[in-house]
């Protein structure tokens, strides 16, 4: 019993050392290497519960992703989009996915009303708008 709880933790701790490996390179000059973190991310976010390590870093991949949809084209904020429609879904509908929500609302507007932008970036963005607004809009207009 103590054998696979000691394993589960070690398997924990080394998910959470990629995701942490995976914000770091979010900031990297080198736009493959963004859209790898992203994708990372996003493999992370979809197939396990990490609310308390997001809690700590939602600031932080925050700042990250709303770099990724401002200076980023195409295939990178459609990822960015992605992930942040998967971390408001991780974040929940308490007052972390509102704060969420609330401070990237005008740049996902601005990605999606923005018609040089790709189709993808613009209906990953789209995507991210609708269901963050479902999941976490405190005003219901």
Known sequence: GSEAASEHGQEEEEAEDRLKEHMDTL?????KARQAALQGLRLALS???????????RLT???SLEKCLKKGKGEEQALA?????LLCLQM???PEGEELFRSLK???VSVLTDSTASPGARQSCAMALGM????????LE
């Open 27 to 31: 900031l990297d000059k080198s736009a």
């Open 47 to 57: 197939s396990r519960t990490l609310s308390e390590f997001l809690l700590e870093r």
């Open 61 to 63: 991949l925050t700042d």
């Open 81 to 85: 989009g992605s992930v942040l429609t």
């Open 92 to 94: 929940g509908s308490g």
């Open 106 to 108: 005008p740049l996902l």
């Open 132 to 139: 963050c607004c479902y999941i976490a809009a405190a005003d």
